[in-house]
Protein backbone atom coordinates (compact mmCIF):
# COMPACT_ATOMS: atom_id res chain seq x y z
CA UNK A 1 0.00 0.00 0.00
CA UNK A 2 1.11 3.81 -0.52
CA UNK A 3 -0.73 6.72 0.91
CA UNK A 4 -2.26 8.45 -1.40
CA UNK A 5 -1.18 12.10 0.32
CA UNK A 6 1.18 12.70 3.15
CA UNK A 7 1.01 15.98 5.14
CA UNK A 8 3.74 18.32 5.00
CA UNK A 9 6.30 17.67 7.60
CA UNK A 10 5.27 20.41 9.96
CA UNK A 11 2.10 19.13 10.34
CA UNK A 12 3.22 15.37 10.57
CA UNK A 13 5.24 16.73 13.78
CA UNK A 14 2.01 18.75 15.22
CA UNK A 15 0.08 15.25 15.18
CA UNK A 16 3.03 13.33 16.38
CA UNK A 17 3.74 15.48 19.55
CA UNK A 18 -0.43 15.18 20.10
CA UNK A 19 -0.12 11.05 20.20
CA UNK A 20 -0.04 9.62 23.76
CA UNK A 21 3.32 8.60 25.23
CA UNK A 22 3.32 4.67 25.27
CA UNK A 23 1.59 1.97 22.98
CA UNK A 24 -1.08 3.45 20.39
CA UNK A 25 -3.24 0.60 18.93
CA UNK A 26 -3.58 0.81 15.00
CA UNK A 27 -5.50 -1.17 12.45
CA UNK A 28 -4.38 -3.32 9.85
CA UNK A 29 -5.83 -6.31 7.55
CA UNK A 30 -4.08 -9.31 7.36
CA UNK A 31 -4.06 -12.99 6.58
CA UNK A 32 -4.10 -15.81 9.46
CA UNK A 33 -3.04 -18.89 8.48
CA UNK A 34 -1.39 -22.27 10.33
CA UNK A 35 -1.33 -19.75 13.42
CA UNK A 36 0.88 -16.82 11.90
CA UNK A 37 -0.23 -13.36 10.95
CA UNK A 38 0.67 -12.14 7.78
CA UNK A 39 0.93 -9.09 5.86
CA UNK A 40 -2.09 -9.78 2.97
CA UNK A 41 0.37 -7.54 0.39
CA UNK A 42 3.43 -8.92 0.42
CA UNK A 43 3.09 -12.26 2.40
CA UNK A 44 5.78 -11.59 5.40
CA UNK A 45 4.68 -13.34 8.35
CA UNK A 46 4.38 -11.10 11.54
CA UNK A 47 5.97 -11.92 14.41
CA UNK A 48 4.38 -11.46 18.30
CA UNK A 49 6.19 -8.77 19.36
CA UNK A 50 8.35 -6.26 17.87
CA UNK A 51 8.74 -6.37 13.93
CA UNK A 52 11.60 -4.06 12.03
CA UNK A 53 10.51 -2.69 8.79
CA UNK A 54 12.41 -4.01 5.88
CA UNK A 55 12.74 -3.20 2.43
CA UNK A 56 11.75 -6.57 0.00
CA UNK A 57 11.41 -4.75 -3.16
CA UNK A 58 14.07 -4.76 -5.87
CA UNK A 59 14.19 -1.01 -6.20
CA UNK A 60 18.11 -0.27 -5.46
CA UNK A 61 17.22 3.11 -4.29
CA UNK A 62 14.56 4.39 -1.83
CA UNK A 63 11.39 6.23 -2.72
CA UNK A 64 12.47 9.95 -1.79
CA UNK A 65 8.57 10.67 -0.86
CA UNK A 66 9.13 8.31 2.36
CA UNK A 67 11.19 5.42 3.89
CA UNK A 68 9.70 1.66 3.60
CA UNK A 69 7.48 1.02 6.50
CA UNK A 70 4.35 -0.56 8.07
CA UNK A 71 1.16 1.11 6.98
CA UNK A 72 -1.27 1.16 9.47
CA UNK A 73 -4.97 2.79 9.63
CA UNK A 74 -5.46 4.75 13.07
CA UNK A 75 -9.20 3.87 12.78
CA UNK A 76 -10.41 0.64 11.94
CA UNK A 77 -13.40 2.70 9.68
CA UNK A 78 -10.22 3.56 7.59
CA UNK A 79 -9.15 -0.29 6.89
CA UNK A 80 -12.56 -0.94 6.48
CA UNK A 81 -13.17 1.52 3.85
CA UNK A 82 -9.91 0.85 2.30
CA UNK A 83 -10.19 -2.89 2.28
CA UNK A 84 -12.84 -5.67 2.74
CA UNK A 85 -11.86 -8.16 5.07
CA UNK A 86 -13.10 -11.78 3.81
CA UNK A 87 -12.16 -15.42 3.93
CA UNK A 88 -8.85 -15.60 5.17
CA UNK A 89 -8.66 -11.89 5.66
CA UNK A 90 -8.84 -10.44 9.15
CA UNK A 91 -8.77 -6.60 10.47
CA UNK A 92 -6.33 -7.17 13.63
CA UNK A 93 -5.19 -4.60 16.20
CA UNK A 94 -1.39 -3.74 16.07
CA UNK A 95 0.72 -0.91 18.23
CA UNK A 96 3.24 1.36 17.85
CA UNK A 97 4.63 3.96 19.23
CA UNK A 98 5.04 7.83 18.49
CA UNK A 99 8.91 7.21 18.02
CA UNK A 100 8.47 4.64 15.34
CA UNK A 101 5.93 7.25 12.88
CA UNK A 102 8.11 7.80 9.54
CA UNK A 103 5.17 9.40 7.41
CA UNK A 104 1.49 10.12 8.04
CA UNK A 105 -0.80 10.52 5.25
CA UNK A 106 -4.55 9.61 3.92
CA UNK A 107 -5.70 6.38 2.18
CA UNK A 108 -8.98 6.23 0.73
CA UNK A 109 -9.15 9.76 2.88
CA UNK A 110 -8.07 8.20 6.20
CA UNK A 111 -5.91 8.97 8.39
CA UNK A 112 -2.77 6.51 8.05
CA UNK A 113 0.91 5.88 10.25
CA UNK A 114 4.01 4.81 8.50
CA UNK A 115 6.22 3.28 11.39
CA UNK A 116 9.68 1.16 11.47
CA UNK A 117 8.70 -1.17 14.09
CA UNK A 118 5.45 -2.61 15.15
CA UNK A 119 3.93 -5.01 17.85
CA UNK A 120 1.83 -7.50 16.57
CA UNK A 121 -0.32 -9.42 18.55
CA UNK A 122 0.03 -13.02 19.66
CA UNK A 123 -3.00 -15.00 18.19
CA UNK A 124 -3.40 -15.86 21.66
CA UNK A 125 -5.20 -12.60 21.96
CA UNK A 126 -8.80 -12.97 20.89
CA UNK A 127 -9.01 -9.46 21.21
CA UNK A 128 -6.61 -8.60 18.41
CA UNK A 129 -8.78 -10.35 16.24
CA UNK A 130 -11.62 -8.07 14.97
CA UNK A 131 -12.95 -9.92 12.05
Same mark, same amino acid.
Given at each position: ????????????????????????????????????????? #??? #???????????????????????????????????????????????????? #???????????????????????????????????
Amino acid at each position: MCLTTRFKPEVEKTMIAKLPDGLITVYKAAVVKNSHIFSWL #RGR #RFDTGKNKAIDLSSRNEPSPWYGVGFHSFVTLYGIKKYLHAGGALHYIKFQI #RKEWITAIGKQENCIVYVTDRIISPSLKDKSAILE
